[in-house]
């Protein structure tokens, strides 16, 4: 992840909780030790394994963020990376600083989530993201209203997540969001591929 690419993550998930930030439930943290946990969602029947990173002295009225990954990487990969020598390359320690309660998951078949014979499509993961609020709900004792950062088919699941379920989102960011698809080229080269991808619901990293 470059400079410019980090930068455009960090405006669009700042801009997504920017009504918590105007009404001064969260300010710029500044030091302090970053705590992290792990929960399990159940989705009739299936383990989804959900993160999550804060302040240790956060409090309760701090906004939260949820981070919707894509479908080449899971959560923590996508959204908390730890690169020696680089402190600032992990999205959920920056925005965990900044004094956000930060989570993220990992989609059916992705990551510590369960392995299953779904393809975790699109409402698939929406279904996923409905889970993993219950979890939420159980740790801060309310029902969860969150920004969401949905990045590539993450801002599909994320945009899907906020129509049916616009109880949850306050705000709604994405990045390299596909609306339709139409005659993109890096799509009608992974259309002569079809037959492949239908065979099968694991994927070669570089494919």
């Known amino acids: 992840m470059n400079g410019s690419r980090r930068s455009f993550l960090a405006a669009g ?11 001064g439930e969260s300010k710029a943290a500044g030091p302090g030790r970053i705590v992290a946990s792990e929960h399990w969602a159940d989705k009739n029947g299936v383990r989804l394994w959900v993160y999550r990173k804060r302040l240790e002295s956060l409090p309760a009225s701090a906004p939260r963020l949820f981070c919707v990954h894509g479908s080449s990487y899971s959560g923590k990969t996508m959204f908390d ?8 390359y992990s999205m959920m320690d920056h925005f965990a600083r900044l004094g956000f309660d930060v989570w993220t998951m990992d ?3 992705y990551g510590h989530s369960q392995r299953t ?7 698939s993961g929406v279904e996923d993201l409905a889970a993993a609020m219950k979890v939420i ?5 309310a029902a969860p209203r969150l920004a969401f950062f949905g990045q590539s088919s993450g801002a599909l699941r994320a945009a899907r997540f906020a129509n049916q379920h616009p109880d949850h989102v306050e705000k709604l960011a994405l990045d390299a969001f596909v609306w339709t698809g139409k005659d993109a080229p890096t799509l009608k080269e992974r ?3 079809l037959p492949k991808y239908q065979a099968s619901n694991r994927r070669p990293v570089s494919a």
Not at 13 to 23: D, F, I, N, S, V
Not at 137 to 141: F, I, K, L
């Open 13 to 23: 998930a700042t801009l997504a909780a920017a009504p918590a930030l105007a009404a």
């Open 81 to 88: 990376l730890q690169v020696p020598g680089r402190d600032d």
């Open 107 to 109: 989609h059916e078949g």
């Open 117 to 123: 014979e779904g393809n975790s499509d699109i409402q």
């Open 137 to 141: 709900e159980q740790q801060v004792g």
């Open 191 to 193: 259309k002569k591929n």
